[in-house]
């Protein structure tokens, strides 16, 4: 197994590296292939919602648009990727129901017990410092509020990366996929760092594509 290489902590910030990303991200969202169901069938359908590094924010809007008399608010490390992503609300017409603000998954600028669930997909791997982000994710947290983490996992078999790498749109992202898996966790080290954490009682799972965190404070 190779040692993890770290890929970034600053988000994606160049106007054309976030520009491409939304391209990414959208064509992932036109083939049905945004994770919004799964959170959805983990309990995750009501109520005001925290997403942790909403990129251009398809993952969150797609959750907004299946559930009723929801809200959302985003932490995002990219203000370039903010702007997109209010564009993109704006497209959704959910502007009033989503509010993005740059932040950083360590030190999440909103009050203890603010929010019925929290959200990510895609951003563990960048998190400088996971022990913390996920002390911050309980305190942030109402009691019965839930979590739902996902991610890439660096051990992944080979055939699987080769079949992501010529799927992504546009071409110009697959070096970043490959960054992205190289700095991702495997199973044993994510369960690491989630002991002694107050998450350590999540429900930890991988699939052939990554790995899932889940649980209720």
Known sequence: ????????????????????????????????????????????????????????????LEWLQRTGETSLKGVEISRHMIDVARKNAREYGFASRVEYTLG????????????????????????????????????????GGRWYITDLKRDMNPAVIWFMKVSVRPAEMRPGLQTSIDAAYTRSELETILAGTPLESSSLSENPFGLRVLGVK
Do not use: C
């Open 104 to 143: 950083r998954v360590e030190a999440i600028p909103f009050a203890d017990a603010a929010f019925d669930a929290v959200f990510s997909n895609g951003s563990l791997h960048e998190w400088s410092k996971p022990e913390r982000a996920f002390h911050e994710i309980h305190r942030i947290l109402k009691p």
């Open 1 to 60: 197994m190779r040692e993890r290489i770290k890929e970034t902590d600053q988000g994606i910030q160049g106007e054309a590296d976030v520009r491409n990303f939304d391209r990414m991200q959208r064509h992932l969202r036109d083939r049905g292939l945004i994770a919004t169901d799964e959170i959805i069938r983990s309990g995750i359908a009501g109520g005001l919602a925290l997403e942790l590094g909403p990129g251009p924010g398809y993952l969150g």
